[in-house]
């Protein structure tokens, strides 16, 4: 059997750093990862009313899902946290995208419609301008002239 030459070991330790800085073997997952850019939306806003979102990180087509907790209702129910889910655009794409998401009620039957831009100021600041529409249940169609609300929001981070 033919019997391969003998390295030094500083040779042999050479060649494995080499090879796993190459692949990136030893480094922590989030080493290489730019930080992300401003108006990603991603975190916890709240606006005018005292409202507020926590909106987790959305994937690669921008879809994101949070939870909403609003500081007011038109509904006669105690007021409870609701899902919403939305999309933003790339904010490494466009700096100040455009975005929109949904609340549906936890609890009443209506359901609200944000569509936004995220705007970025000389300090970094990040304000999300939304205008909103909150659609109530009504029981017949000729009630349905009454059933649509229209609003503005403007919400800033809170972390
Ligand atoms: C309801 O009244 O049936 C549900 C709560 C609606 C809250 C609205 S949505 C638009 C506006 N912005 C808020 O943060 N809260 C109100």
């Keep these: 059997m033919e019997r391969l030459p003998l390295q030094p070991a500083w040779a042999l330790l050479a060649a494995f750093l080499l090879a796993s800085s190459a692949t990136g073997a030893d480094e922590a997952p989030s080493k290489n990862k730019q930080p992300a850019p401003p108006c990603t939306l991603s975190g916890t806003w709240v606006n005018d009313l005292g409202s507020r979102m926590v909106i987790s990180a959305a994937n690669a087509a921008g879809v994101f899902s949070g939870s909403?907790?609003?500081?007011?209702?038109?509904?006669?129910?105690?007021?409870?946290?609701?899902?919403?889910?939305?999309?933003?655009?790339?904010?490494?794409?466009?700096?100040?995208?455009?975005?929109?998401?949904?609340?549906?009620?936890?609890?009443?039957?209506?359901?609200?419609?944000?569509?936004?831009?995220?705007f970025v100021d000389q300090h970094g600041e990040e304000t999300l301008e939304t205008l909103w529409l909150l659609r109530q249940n009504v029981p017949s169609r000729s009630e349905d002239w009454k059933a649509t609300r229209v609003g503005k929001n403007v919400f800033t981070r809170v972390k």
């Design 68 to 118: 909403y907790l609003t500081a007011v209702s038109s509904a006669n129910q105690a007021i409870a946290e609701s899902a919403l889910q939305g999309a933003q655009h790339d904010p490494a794409q466009d700096a100040q995208p455009t975005f929109a998401f949904t609340v549906r009620w936890a609890f009443s039957d209506s359901a609200t419609a944000f569509v936004g831009q995220c």
